[in-house]
């Protein structure tokens, strides 16, 4: 805008006019509408404000919350671990987020914290398991440890898992077998939220995948995606700041892209990844259901619709999720494996960006950059509807509530 241009004009007329209107209403009528929009801010702030906690303290609060329902405490410390990595890594959604859902389920037995999983039939390089409808974390512990014992005897280790239950991060099963020098992968199954490409009704999980490779050094490449749009715990977190979603993350009870937040969360309908068929959604849709036939199908666990709902008040109903957990020894391949995942790092960071300011990432990049910022700040930080989901389940459990500086 040009000074001394209409437009500038017209816009000093207009703010001179607005400004007499607003001293003309009055001081009474002024002072309550002042109080209406600090009422509005307060409560938009009550919503995003963050408390830091410090990481060990999460992890104190949840064991606590998990021995509190009768897990024993070595599956609780796994538990709590995968949910504080998961946090402490920049994945909300899959961290304290998820802890009411777990005690809940543990609450009214449909998942059984105590259980270990067995071997049902095994060759060098594979295994099939049942996780007995046993705690995320322990199953997945149990298949990745196993898929890296055999990666390691014959060079590939491959498990499949039925009877599982949530899992949490699926990056943390890939980081499992990154720390005995190997290429590591991970799928499950979920509760169906997906709406297949055309379809106003989900029929398939969200099925994250992951793969993690080390480079040299502590460098490595982790990726951890879900194969809709958006996690549903992103969705959970926009509807707990009170905030909208970008377009392309989630469905109306109509089948059409919504922003509401609170409306696609209780539709649990979300787009595959890609969106619409118009930005091509089908390829989302595609590798959704990739992971369900390798984990639910091949498994013999529950798949598509067969899949519970979950929910926060828990389920009546086992999830009997279908789990992959995959071990490579890179050394069978070409030589310098490591060295030339440095070079294919360097190159990918190293192009042009579009804007200066913000370099190229690679998966794990900005996982790593959480860790580092929570390390030096303290503690992990948490919304304050969060804190008090917290509160409430420790009054609840009566064990100590959670602290935050």
């Known amino acids: 805008m040009k000074p001394g241009s209409v437009n500038e004009n017209f816009s000093k007329a207009s703010a001179?006019?607005?400004?007499?209107?607003?001293?003309?209403?009055?001081?009474?009528?002024?002072?309550?509408?002042?109080?209406?929009?600090?009422?509005?801010?307060?409560?938009?702030?009550?919503?995003?404000?963050?408390?830091?906690?410090?990481v060990e303290e999460s992890r104190r609060f949840?064991?606590?919350?998990?021995?509190?329902?009768?897990?024993?405490?070595?599956?609780?410390?796994?538990?709590?671990?995968?949910?504080?990595?998961?946090d402490h890594r920049g994945h909300f959604s899959h961290g304290m987020n998820r802890l009411e859902m777990y005690i809940n389920d543990l609450a009214i037995n449909s998942t059984d914290g105590a259980i270990t999983p067995v071997v049902l039939k095994e060759t060098p390089a594979t295994a099939w398991v049942d996780g007995r409808n046993g705690l995320g974390?322990?199953?997945?512990?149990?298949?990745?440890?196993?898929?890296?014992?055999?990666?390691?005897?014959?060079?590939?280790?491959?498990?499949?898992?039925?009877?599982?239950?949530?899992?949490?991060?699926?990056?943390?099963?890939?980081?499992?077998?990154?720390?005995?020098?190997?290429?590591?992968?991970?799928?499950?199954?979920?509760?169906?939220?997906?709406?297949?490409?055309?379809?106003?009704e989900a029929a398939l999980g969200t099925n994250p995948l992951s793969l993690g490779a080390n480079a040299c050094g502590k460098d490595h490449f982790l990726l951890d995606m879900a194969t809709t749009a958006v996690a549903v715990g992103k969705i959970e977190i926009q509807n707990r700041k009170g905030a909208s979603l970008p377009d392309g993350w989630a469905q109306d009870p109509e089948g059409k892209v919504t922003n509401d937040a609170k409306l696609a969360f209780e539709t649990g309908c979300l787009c595959p990844l890609g969106g619409t068929e118009l930005t091509s959604g089908y390829k989302g849709y595609g590798l959704g259901a990739m992971v369900d036939i390798l984990t639910g199908v091949m498994s013999g666990a529950n798949y598509s619709t067969h899949v519970r709902k979950w929910t926060h008040t828990g389920a009546n109903t086992a999830a009997n999720l279908g789990q992959v957990f995959i071990a490579v020894?890179?050394?069978?391949?070409?030589?310098?494996?490591?060295?030339r995942m440095t070079d294919f790092n360097s190159i990918l960071r190293n192009t042009k960006p579009t804007d200066p300011k913000k370099p190229v990432l690679l998966a794990g990049d900005k996982e790593e950059k959480n860790m580092k910022d929570v390390d030096q700040t303290g503690g992990i930080e948490y919304l304050e509807n969060q804190l008090k989901t917290c509160a409430a389940l420790a009054e609840r459990l009566k064990i100590q509530p959670l602290r935050f500086k």
Not at 23 to 33: E, F, K, M, S, V
Not at 69 to 81: I, R
Not at 164 to 172: K, L, R, T
Not at 329 to 339: G, K, L, R, S, V
Request: aromatic share 10%.
């Open 329 to 339: 020894d890179p050394n069978c391949f070409a030589p310098q494996f490591q060295e």
């Open 62 to 86: 949840m064991i606590d919350c998990f021995k509190a329902v009768n897990v024993p405490e070595e599956h609780a410390k796994a538990q709590a671990d995968l949910l504080v990595a998961a």
């Open 137 to 200: 974390a322990v199953v997945g512990n149990f298949c990745m440890d196993l898929a890296i014992k055999k990666a390691k005897n014959v060079g590939v280790g491959w498990v499949c898992a039925k009877g599982s239950n949530h899992y949490g991060m699926a990056g943390w099963y890939a980081l499992r077998a990154m720390e005995s020098g190997l290429v590591g992968m991970s799928m499950t199954n979920t509760s169906p939220l997906m709406a297949p490409t055309g379809a106003k």
């Open 16 to 54: 001179a006019k607005h400004a007499q209107r607003w001293w003309l209403i009055g001081w009474p009528r002024r002072l309550l509408l002042l109080r209406f929009v600090a009422f509005g801010l307060s409560r938009n702030m009550s919503s995003t404000c963050l408390k830091l906690v410090e």
